[in-house]
């Protein structure tokens, strides 16, 4: 004999108006939400089924705007938008995508920032590939001749010279 078990699912909706959603956030427009036609946008919600009714419901339909320059993962803790966090606004000279800064060629991640690798080095022809994590990531190419700090002469002879830290 097979038992079955059935499990009554709670789901929430909330309608707000698309003001007062922080800046970051987006509804994941992936949740298949019918609107009745109100245009306003629907806010999906689990919970915690207690007999007929939903207690403990927290807002899950969000993503960060990435579009909008936006990256990290989104979470909300209750049942209103004080209790979301976790986008944040992409830093300058990046790009964001799938929760990750990706820092552009010649900078490099520190922390959450993308900092120049020329400023590094003190010399305009530094770089470094995109998405260097790390000021190790920065270097002069082959062929690249200046001054230190020192006012002392160099040469980068055959191959590119990378950030070292001592």
């Known amino acids: 004999m097979k038992k079955l078990i059935l499990t009554f699912l709670c789901a929430c909706i909330y309608s707000t108006n698309a003001a007062s959603i922080p800046p970051g956030l987006i509804i994941d427009d992936t949740l298949p939400i019918d609107d009745g036609g109100e245009n306003l946008p629907i806010i999906p919600m689990t919970c915690d089924a207690v007999g007929s009714s939903c207690t403990n419901c927290i807002i899950n339909s969000f993503v960060c705007d990435t579009a909008s320059g936006y990256y990290g993962t989104a979470k909300c803790t209750g049942t209103d938008f004080s209790t979301c966090a ?8 990046a790009t ?22 020329q400023d590094a080095f003190n010399n305009s022809a ?5 998405g ?7 270097y002069l190419p082959a062929s690249t001749t200046g001054t230190d700090s020192n006012g002392n002469s160099f ?9 070292k830290s001592y």
């Open 86 to 93: 976790g986008c944040a606004k992409c830093p300058a000279n």
């Open 96 to 117: 964001c995508a799938s929760g990750k800064i990706v820092c552009n060629a010649g900078y490099y991640l520190a922390g959450t920032a993308c900092l120049s690798c």
């Open 126 to 130: 530094a770089t470094s590939a995109a």
């Open 132 to 138: 260097a994590t790390a000021i190790t990531g920065c």
């Open 155 to 163: 040469s980068v002879e055959e191959r590119d010279c990378y950030y």
